[in-house]
């Protein structure tokens, strides 16, 4: 039974393909396929929104969903952005402003300690069947670098590596990112064959 996904990032969904084709997995993009009601996301956790988004959306699509919730959390700016990675400093700041916000914020601190968070929510029409979660560790560059990967990337060097996840091959990020570490816990408990969801 197909496993739908319920966000309109294009690059996580080919975060997830390219991670679960390994696996002989692939989900569809629920966005494809339905014009999707917007899931407002005023959790107070990665967990509270990736499960919200999934149920709404199981609900709405009478399918099995799953959704994820994802960001990154800056230990010595009080874990900001956090929840609100996709919208810190305004609704409409591009990416780029983004990543030159937090090293604004940042200035010259050498506490630069920070990690990338992915809860995912598998749901039926239902009702929620499971969470899980994933992380990498590691730290915010001086300046901005590279074009991989999205979102916070040219300015997150992962522990282990000199280089940020905007110049890393992804198949790097592929191998230790916080999604693919969310992904291989959903794995180990089935939750992406839906025939054994109970
Ligand atoms: P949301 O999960 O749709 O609320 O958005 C999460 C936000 O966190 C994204 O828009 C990005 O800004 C950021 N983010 C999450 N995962 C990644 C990643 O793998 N690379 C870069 N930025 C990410």
Not at 90 to 97: P, Q
């Given at each position: 039974?197909?496993?739908?996904?319920?966000?309109?990032?294009?690059?996580?969904?080919?975060?997830?393909?390219?991670?679960?084709?390994?696996?002989?997995?692939?989900?569809?993009?629920?966005?494809?396929?339905?014009?999707?009601?917007?899931?407002?996301?005023?959790?107070?956790?990665?967990?509270?929104?990736?499960?919200?988004?999934?149920?709404?959306?199981?609900?709405?699509?009478?399918?099995?969903?799953?959704?994820?919730?994802?960001g990154l959390e800056v230990f010595s700016l009080n874990a900001e952005p956090g929840i609100y990675s996709?919208?810190y400093g305004?609704?409409?700041?591009?990416?780029?402003?983004k990543n030159?916000l937090i090293l604004k914020k940042l200035g010259?601190n050498?506490n630069r300690s920070a990690r990338?968070?992915?809860?995912?929510?598998?749901?039926?029409?239902?009702?929620?069947?499971?969470?899980?979660?994933?992380?990498?560790?590691?730290s915010i560059?001086?300046?901005?670098?590279?074009?991989?990967?999205?979102?916070y990337?040219?300015i997150f060097?992962?522990?282990?590596?000199?280089?940020?996840?905007?110049?890393?091959?992804?198949?790097?990020?592929?191998?230790?990112?916080?999604?693919?570490?969310?992904?291989?816990?959903?794995?180990?408990?089935?939750?992406?064959?839906?025939?054994?969801?109970?």
């Open positions: 039974m197909t496993l739908y996904a319920a966000t309109s990032n294009n690059n996580k969904i080919k975060e997830f393909n390219d991670v679960l084709s390994e696996l002989g997995l692939s989900v569809e993009n629920a966005s494809h396929i339905w014009k999707l009601p917007e899931v407002i996301e005023d959790g107070k956790t990665f967990e509270d929104n990736a499960q919200k988004k999934a149920l709404e959306i199981a609900a709405y699509t009478g399918r099995n969903i799953f959704a994820e919730d994802s996709a919208r305004g609704e409409n700041l591009s990416d780029v402003d030159d010259k050498p990338y968070v992915c809860v995912l929510a598998f749901a039926t029409p239902h009702g929620i069947i499971d969470t899980t979660e994933g992380e990498v560790r590691g560059a001086r300046e901005p670098a590279g074009k991989n990967g999205f979102g990337d040219p060097i992962p522990d282990g590596y000199q280089k940020t996840f905007g110049e890393l091959d992804k198949s790097i990020k592929n191998s230790i990112s916080h999604r693919t570490c969310a992904i291989h816990n959903a794995c180990s408990k089935n939750l992406f064959d839906t025939r054994k969801w109970k």
